[in-house]
């Protein structure tokens, strides 16, 4: 069993017919959320979760966007967890998505490369400082 962290962005989150759509998907592919909580990152949390991205053209966009409403933090628990949710969401660019992956979240729900609907980790490091980000009282062991 693996640990990831996902995130419901703002785009999808102003829905709760989207949410409740995608916690269906998150069922059907055996995901168990064993955390969930819905909060709305401030600007500077938003910098720190994405720090890996300062400098890039599309860092401001992206901070802008993640702290324009409420999210929604789960963390995800399945077999091999980190790339299963990253398969489950597809590719990055929503255009990608649509034309390679169209059965994808984010082919779905996605509406352009930065409101991209839904966040996973990219790795298991990333995964565990993701997931001490938003639940720092949560114990992995
Ligand atoms: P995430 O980290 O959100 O799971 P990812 O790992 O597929 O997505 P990253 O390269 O880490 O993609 O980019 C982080 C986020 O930055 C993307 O999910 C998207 O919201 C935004 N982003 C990435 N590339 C672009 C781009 N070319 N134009 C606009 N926004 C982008
Ligand atoms: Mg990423």
Do not use: C
């Amino acid at each position: 069993l693996q640990l990831t962290l996902a995130l419901i962005k703002p785009d999808i989150s102003a829905a709760p017919t989207l949410v409740r759509a995608v916690f269906a998907r998150l069922s059907a592919a055996e995901f168990r959320v064993v955390r969930s909580r819905r909060l709305t990152l401030s600007r500077p949390s938003a910098e720190a979760l994405y720090a890996e991205h300062a400098g890039r053209f599309f860092h401001n966009r992206l901070v802008t966007f993640v702290s324009s409403g409420p999210l929604w933090a789960l963390v995800l628990a399945r077999p091999d967890a980190i790339a299963a949710w990253r398969g489950l969401m597809g590719p990055t660019k929503v255009y990608r998505a649509v034309y390679s992956h169209p059965e994808s979240l984010r082919a779905v729900y996605g509406l352009t490369d930065t409101r991209n609907g839904l966040h996973g980790s990219d790795s298991p490091q990333s995964a565990a400082r993701e997931i001490e980000f938003f639940f720092p009282e949560f114990d992995a062991e």
